[in-house]
């Protein structure tokens, strides 16, 4: 069963569905709107703990461990992440044999969003924040509306969702995720406005060429309903071309731009980084500002508050009305699961301050705004940054944007990379040393440390030494990667003692 003539009900009260890779983040997202709708909730996956475990103790579920034994009578819906195999794992090979019918996680929220006006947010980088910057404006908006973002956003009440106090227990008027292009995974989506941040090449496993990627993104454009909108960021070259394409294709839809190079109501203008904000300009809303850094971030803002101006016109409100709730909504943002995320403040044996920051920044580009956002708003910080990257494909075909990605970062540590499940690791053309040896052609102070016990031992001694004459703050100590590197910070972070103080960056 492929779940492709299934229908999850709009009203899911009462009914048992089960959860078969409960800890993914999406997966624990879904989890979350089901439950809020009212639906009994089980699930199973791999015993190691996961940040997603809080999530799921909220609710008083426990992960099962993996068993035909899990698919009891009373089931009626399995969704399964898609690392999961119905013809390999026990609890999807019972739920065949009983004819239980399964939905894929895209395909159960594509089903959540069909009953709804819902917002696919999607692009290579930025869908995270832009989803929780949404959700954390339409909070304050208090329109009848559920977001689910692909991480925990502080926002939200540490939650990886955020379900307005109007929302009854079918289900919203306005539904907004993150949608994912991995495998054409957002294909199932229902979209009546569609957000897109950025185009490029990723996935080199899925979409060996560029234009397989763009084309992805395209034909998702193209889902939108007569005259439905699409939200794209106008500094962004594969953004713009995908818009272009979709637009050739589907003269109905409305394209509406955001960023320094677009026209009109969300023509970007970048304001100054002070008192620990980052303040910007749109003609819509005058100046506002956000507490996190980065331009990239602020440009996931732009879209966040066209999204919600344009909610508040198909609600029959003036947008202009609500403008100082958007500006303080705003101020409440700060950042997510992994996402710019400060885990600890340190002051080493030396005397030295330390922020410690983790990124899920994966991509070549991600890795560039990120830091160059750190090298402006920690600007008296020195910053060393732990980087694993991820997937053999990934970094064998993006090498040299790896390698030349580096440049706002005072000292790099390169980890072993962090393969894929998919992959086969000795046959792969590109290892961590290879990456390291290659960065080092730009940028003078690159050190590898497969291990993280290596990786933690140079960073204490890094952090040790009198940070360089210019960083009169001390070190931002940033982990960086979709890997398991974040131990490294961690580890260092129990190494120090806590900062007794805290100060304003």
Known sequence: MDGQNIILPKDVKG??????????????????????????????????????????????????????DNITDDIKIVIYSSAYSPEKNPDLIAAVKKGVP????????????????????????????????????????????????????????????????????????YFVAETCEYQRHFMAFHPSIIVLT????????????????????????????????????????GAVEAAGLAKNRRPDINLIPYGEKAEGDYRLSFGSIKGGRHYFSLPAVGEVAIPVPGNHTVRNACAAIAVCRELLKTEGKNPDDHTDEIAEALLDFSGGKRRSEI??????????????????GHHPTAIKTTLAGYREFYKDFMIVVDFMSHTYTRTAALLEEFASSFSDADVVIINKIYGSAREDASKASVTGEILAEH??????????????????QIGIDILNKKPLQDYSEGYLFVTMG???????????????????EVHSN
């Open 343 to 360: 885990v600890g403040r340190a002051v080493t044996p030396s005397g030295n301050r330390v922020i410690f920051l983790d990124d899920y």
């Open 439 to 456: 960065a080092k052609k730009y940028h003078k102070n690159v050190i590898y440390a497969p291990e993280f016990e290596e990786a933690a």
């Open 102 to 173: 399964m939905l894929l996680y895209s395909q159960a929220l594509g089903e959540l969003s069909r009953s709804c006006c819902s917002v696919g947010i999607c692009g290579v980088h930025g869908k995270t924040s832009t989803t929780g910057l949404t959700g954390t404006i339409l909070k304050k908006l208090d329109l009848s509306s559920q977001v689910l973002a692909g991480s925990i956003i502080s926002s939200f009440g540490h939650s990886c969702t955020m379900t307005s106090r109007n929302v009854s227990s079918e289900s919203p008027k």
């Open 198 to 237: 950025s185009v490029e090449s990723d996935h080199q496993d899925f979409y060996p060429k560029y234009n397989d990627i763009r084309d992805a993104f395209v034909d998702y454009i193209c889902l939108l309903p007569q005259g439905g909108h699409l939200i794209y960021c106008a500094d962004d070259n």
């Open 482 to 500: 979709a890997g398991d590197n974040w131990k490294v910070g961690s580890s260092i972070l129990k190494a120090f003692k806590p900062e007794p």
């Open 15 to 68: 009914i048992h569905i089960h959860f078969v890779g409960i800890k993914g983040t999406g997966m624990a997202a879904l989890v979350e709107i089901l439950h809020a709708r009212g639906a009994i909730i089980s699930g199973s996956d791999v015993s190691e703990r996961f940040y997603t475990d809080e999530i799921l103790e909220k609710y008083s579920i426990k992960a099962l461990p993996f068993s035909e």
